[in-house]
C-alpha cells in the first residue's frame, strides 16, 4: 500500500514580528534624531584681528553701540542694520569696528548685528562693554 | 418560513496600514532628522550660516551666575585657565541663551581670550 505524506498547510509568514522590530526603529529615531543643527562662529578670531589692525595702521576704529535689540548708534544716531551697512561700507570695509554693548542687548542681537557685518565684509569686529 | 439574518461576517483589520505608517514616520525621521551627536542644554541664539561644529569640543556654559564646564562653576584664575586651555587644545566653545545678556559673552571673551586661541560661539541653523 503506498501510503502519500500529508500535504502540508502553506503557513503564512506572520507580521507580527515585523511590526514590533518596526516600532523599535521607530522608537530609536525618534528618540535620538535632533532636528537643530548646531553650528558656531568665531569670537576670538576677530579680536585678535582687530588688535593687530591696530597696532598696524593709525586708523581710528569706527564705534557702534548697541543700546537695544533694535537700533544700532553710529554717531549718536539710530539705525537699524540694513540702514548702516552702506553707510559703513562708504567709510571703508577695512576699517576696524568696535561693537560697545549695554545690558539691554540680548545674545541675539549681538550674533545678528555681528553676522550682518561679516556678510557685508566687515571682518574685523572687537567687542566690548559699555556703561550707560 | 424565518429567514435568520446573517450573522456578518467578522472583520480582520489589515496590518498592512500599521506597517505603511509606520515606515513613513521612520522614513521621516530618518531624512528631517539627525542622530544627536551632542545635546547641549541651552537654545543657542539662531543664525543662518553658521561654521561646523567640530566633534571634540570643549564647551563652557555661560550663565548669570558664572562660566560652568562640566556642570561646575569655573574658578577664573591664571593656573585653572591654564589647565583646561591645555586639556582643550586651546579651543572653547560657549554656548548661552538666546536671551541672555549679551553682556556675559564680552566678559566671558574678555577672561578667556589670554589662555584660549579659539574661541568660537554655539548657534543653531535657523
Not at chain 1, 585678535?48 to 543700546?67: E, G, M, R
Not at chain 1, 548685528?113 to 561679516?118: N, R
Amino acid at each position: 500500500m503506498i501510503v502519500f505524506a500529508k500535504q502540508r498547510r502553506k503557513s503564512a509568514i506572520s507580521l507580527v514580528p515585523m511590526i514590533d522590530v518596526l516600532l523599535c526603529l521607530l522608537i530609536f529615531f525618534m528618540l535620538s534624531s535632533q532636528f537643530v543643527r548646531y553650528q558656531s562662529i568665531k569670537l576670538s578670531d576677530s579680536a585678535q584681528n582687530i588688535t593687530a589692525a591696530n597696532n598696524a595702521s593709525s586708523k581710528q576704529p569706527v564705534i557702534l553701540t548697541l543700546k537695544d535689540n533694535k537700533h544700532i548708534y553710529f554717531e549718536q544716531q539710530p539705525y537699524t542694520l540694513t540702514q548702516l551697512i552702506p553707510i559703513l561700507q562708504k567709510e571703508s570695509q577695512t576699517l576696524p569696528i568696535t561693537l560697545t554693548l549695554t545690558d539691554q542687548v540680548n545674545i541675539q542681537a549681538l550674533v545678528d548685528v555681528m553676522d550682518g557685518l561679516k556678510q557685508s565684509g566687515f571682518n574685523k569686529l572687537q567687542l566690548e562693554s559699555v556703561n550707560v | 418560513m424565518f429567514n435568520r439574518p446573517q450573522k456578518p461576517k467578522k472583520e480582520v483589520e489589515s496590518v498592512f496600514s500599521l506597517i505603511n505608517i509606520i515606515f513613513l514616520l521612520i522614513v521621516f525621521f530618518l531624512v528631517a532628522g539627525h542622530i544627536a551627536a551632542e545635546q547641549f542644554k541651552v537654545s543657542p541664539p539662531l543664525l543662518d550660516q553658521g561654521e561646523v561644529l567640530s566633534k571634540k569640543n570643549c564647551t563652557i556654559y555661560v550663565k548669570k551666575e558664572g562660566l560652568y564646564y562640566q556642570d561646575i562653576l569655573l574658578k577664573i584664575s591664571n593656573t585653572n585657565l591654564a589647565n583646561l586651555s591645555h586639556r582643550c587644545n586651546g579651543e572653547i566653545l560657549l554656548a548661552a541663551q538666546n536671551q541672555a545678556e549679551a553682556l556675559l559673552v564680552v566678559n566671558a571673551l574678555s577672561q578667556l581670550k589670554s589662555h584660549f586661541s579659539n574661541i568660537k560661539l554655539l548657534v543653531a541653523q535657523r
